[in-house]
């Protein structure tokens, strides 16, 4: 098996961290290599390195046992290294062709070969089953459509070296099984892929070789034939994790929120259910079930149409995201980086925002009072930062999806809604944020959590409501709580589900 991609003591420091230090890897033909550790371990950087975003202060970077040095990512892209980054880098204003070969448009006699550009865009697409068009402005798409051009785009890349960065955080089984199909083709092909997840199933399924991260420093490189969860997290951990999901509450009956006949579109549909004091409540559905449209039209993100809400046993209206807040409901979006977080503001600027009630005075912040509560934040949800100022931006993925959970969650709701909250997080600090949702429900608060992820449906919630084509079609609690009944729900193939059983 021969070597594609090998890096030798790669060495970077930020002012108060040493965020590489001396890592040694080899990327082979034929195999798909992941790379695993916590957030802040160093996976990103890595990345931004071998991608041409950073440059190491130390090490060497080779491609076929020559010595390369890239400036841009221009110049990684002619050194056949290509990327499909977990933060989508999508133009929106273009088209879902124009974006797949933005930078490699085919050309006939120095003009745009535009039939060409949507043949090929064509033939990328077509390996997932996708019900968008070519023309299709990016801006109109949904996430997880979104992420689906964005690995079309890497594709288009006739490279030597392929990486996938967390590519199957918003995507729904079966495109994560095309995605893995895509996969295994590229290794037939010879083809060096690195794989970045938190997904123990998938890394398990996908890959060769693990390799892991801890604190900047290689830990440990093995077949992954030869590996196991439980040794995978105490190395990238430094400790076992006992309980990844909390012993499970018992709410009581006492009504916290009820939501009846709320329509707002086709994606939200006379959706009707109870929230209890005290509980999770799980929300699961496929990509494009309406999940993510039910509560945002709940809380006033999206207008609905009709409905009728009650907190607290007295009919609201909600209109506004405003609204929502004033009564202590709290939606954390799925999108941080658009929707969630100011990026270029540091990590006390984005708590202060929700505080303000608290940290002004005669319009005045205060200065004490901001450092207080962030960093109470940092030190609740374990967030790697040099201090309160440093800026969201500069965080890792997980990292940020932390500030944007804890800036909330500091407020103590009376209700929190979290739209995926662990997406791009590790084992230890999904561990945190389970026990730190179920301490909020252990002290009464209304919890409704939407997750992608079965385990975490299955292993978190005291109560779920599946969702098919924006309508509920059951509501499970105790054994039913589980993988297969969820999924037979989901995918709208329960013959009782048309009939709304067990919906109240």
């Known amino acids: 098996m021969s070597t594609l991609l090998r890096i030798r003591g790669i060495t970077k420091a930020f002012p108060g961290t040493l965020a590489l230090n001396d890592v040694s890897l080899e990327f082979n033909a034929g195999e ?15 990345l931004n390195i071998l991608t041409g975003s950073l440059r190491s202060d130390q090490g060497e970077i080779l491609i076929n046992d020559r010595l390369v040095s890239f400036r841009s990512s221009l110049e990684v892209r002619k050194g056949g290294i290509s990327i499909v980054h977990q933060e989508l880098g999508l133009f929106p204003e273009l088209s879902v062709a124009e974006n797949i070969l933005v930078g490699q448009t085919p050309s006939r006699f120095g ?37 689906i051009v964005e690995i079309a785009k890497a594709l288009a890349l006739d490279a030597h070296t392929y990486i996938f960065d967390e590519p199957t955080s918003t995507l729904s089984g079966d495109d994560v099984e095309r995605l893995f199909q895509v996969i295994r083709g590229l290794r037939k092909k010879q083809k060096a892929i690195i794989y970045v997840s938190h997904k123990f199933s ?13 604190d900047g420093q290689l830990v440990g490189t093995g077949l992954a034939s030869e590996m196991d969860t439980e040794g995978i997290i105490k190395a990238m951990v430094g400790r076992t994790l006992d309980r990844i999901y909390p012993e499970k509450g018992k709410p009581g009956d006492e ?25 999770i409540l799980g929300i699961f559905g496929l ?34 995201v405003r609204d929502s807040i004033d009564l202590g409901m709290y939606y954390l979006t799925e999108d941080r980086k658009k929707q969630g977080l100011f990026l270029k503001l540091a990590i006390g600027d984005n708590v202060a925002v929700t505080h303000l009630g608290n940290i002004a005075s005669l319009g005045m912040i205060r200065k004490q009072k901001v450092e207080e509560v962030s960093t109470g934040v940092l030190r609740d949800l374990r967030v790697k930062a040099s201090s309160v100022s440093q800026q969201v ?5 997980g990292n940020q999806q932390k500030v944007m959970v804890g800036k909330w969650l500091s407020k103590a709701p009376k209700i929190v809604i979290l739209d995926e909250p662990t997406r791009g997080i590790d084992v230890g600090a999904k561990a945190e944020i389970h026990q730190l949702l179920r301490r909020l429900a252990n002290e009464g608060i209304g ?12 292993g978190l919630s005291d109560r779920v409501m599946v969702v098919h084509k924006g309508h509920f079609t059951g509501e499970l609690t105790g054994p039913d709580v589980n993988d297969e009944t969820i999924m037979t729900l989901a995918s709208g193939l329960d013959a009782h589900a048309e009939r709304g059983v067990g919906i109240e």
Do not use: W, Y
């Open 255 to 279: 009504v916290l929120l009820e939501v009846s006949h709320l329509s707002a579109g086709t994606k939200c549909m006379d959706i009707s259910f109870k929230l209890f004091r005290g509980e």
């Open 32 to 46: 798909v290599h992941a790379l695993m550790g916590e957030n802040g371990a160093g996976k990103s950087t890595l």
């Open 287 to 320: 990509v494009g079930s309406g999940r993510t449209e039910i509560v945002r039209a709940l809380t006033g993100v999206d207008r609905k149409q009709s409905g009728q809400i009650r907190l607290d046993d007295k009919e609201v209206n909600i209109r506004t």
């Open 447 to 458: 919890v409704i959590m939407i997750s992608s992820e079965l385990p975490e449906i299955v």
């Open 111 to 147: 003009l745009l070969d535009r039939k060409r550009m949507l043949h090929i865009a064509q033939e990328l697409l077509s390996q997932f089953q996708v019900e968008f068009g070519l023309n299709t402005l990016v801006r109109d798409l949904s996430v997880s459509q979104q992420q």
């Open 393 to 397: 931006g500069s965080l890792s993925g």
């Open 202 to 214: 998938e890394i398990f399924q996908i890959s060769d070789r693990i390799s892991i991260l801890r």
